[in-house]
């Protein structure tokens, strides 16, 4: 894979192992914009690599550093996400450069090609990464990659895991403000396939948000932080897909 090193000042040291490959969208103007910032000292921003619109691939930072991605985060338990993941942007101008006519920006497929060669190529020096956005582990500040990044196909080139679920039932079961055991269920779903869920039973403004991270990556058609029967359905399906899942049930 030919790779451009853009060596960014923006790094430090990690003290966890690797686990997690995390994807991003730049959300600026242009490439050249996003990698200016990256390699400004005083951005205090950065990511190990960059891959641009035409599918040219950037490295900024080693593997074995910590590059500053992440900010205030969480999966499974760990916030020092940082330290314990690769970080990958993607520029697309996302949903602070819409195009004109107020749709959010396509990923071209030679971009989502080279994701997708970059990504296989980390896994073979790091196994077992799972594969996430910047909103699965921030949910309460960020939105990237976005509901218009192919999840789907990433996973069908062996990049994370999409449910197969084939009712879409939205009949809604819970709203916001909700208390009731089976938001509690939902919580620990949730909590247990990796978002920094808290088990409540109360549907609060922090569950909400999850939800919408969770619908933004695994329903993106509909992104409303309700609970409805199609939500609890997916968050089922990828709960009992990772080993010894928490006991989960549909209402």
């Not at 938001?183 to 039973?201: D, E, F, K, P």
Request: proline share 6%; net charge negative.
């Amino acid at each position: 894979m030919n790779i451009t090193q853009v060596p960014s000042p923006n790094f430090d040291d990690r003290t966890l192992p690797i686990s997690l490959l995390i994807l991003h969208y730049t959300g600026m103007q242009s490439g050249k914009a996003a990698l200016e910032r990256m390699c400004d000292s005083e951005a205090k921003v950065s990511a190990h690599y960059m891959v641009e619109e035409d599918g040219h691939v950037f490295q900024l930072v080693d593997e074995d550093k910590r590059a500053w991605h992440a900010g205030v985060s969480e999966w499974q338990g760990e916030s020092n996400i940082n330290s314990n993941s690769i970080g990958i942007e993607i520029v697309n101008g996302g949903h602070d450069w819409p195009r004109v006519d107020g749709s959010l920006p396509p990923f071209p497929d030679v971009q989502i090609n080279a994701v997708i060669a970059l990504s296989k190529d980390i896994m073979k020096r790091h196994s077992n990464l799972t594969v996430l956005g910047h909103s699965d582990i921030a949910p309460t500040r960020k939105i990237d990659p976005g509901e218009h990044f192919p999840w789907a196909g990433l996973a069908a080139a062996g990049l994370g895991y999409w449910p197969n679920v084939s009712g879409k039932d939205r009949r809604i079961l819970f709203e916001p403000g909700t208390r009731d055991r089976g938001v509690a269920i939902l919580q620990s779903g949730l909590a247990h396939i990796g978002y920094g869920a808290r088990v409540t039973g109360v549907l609060d403004e922090a569950s909400v948000k999850i939800i919408e991270a969770f619908q933004r990556r695994y329903r993106p058609d509909q992104i409303d932080g309700v609970v409805d029967i199609h939500t609890m359905e997916i968050v089922k399906a990828l709960s009992e897909s990772i080993p010894n899942p928490a006991e989960f049930r549909p209402i």
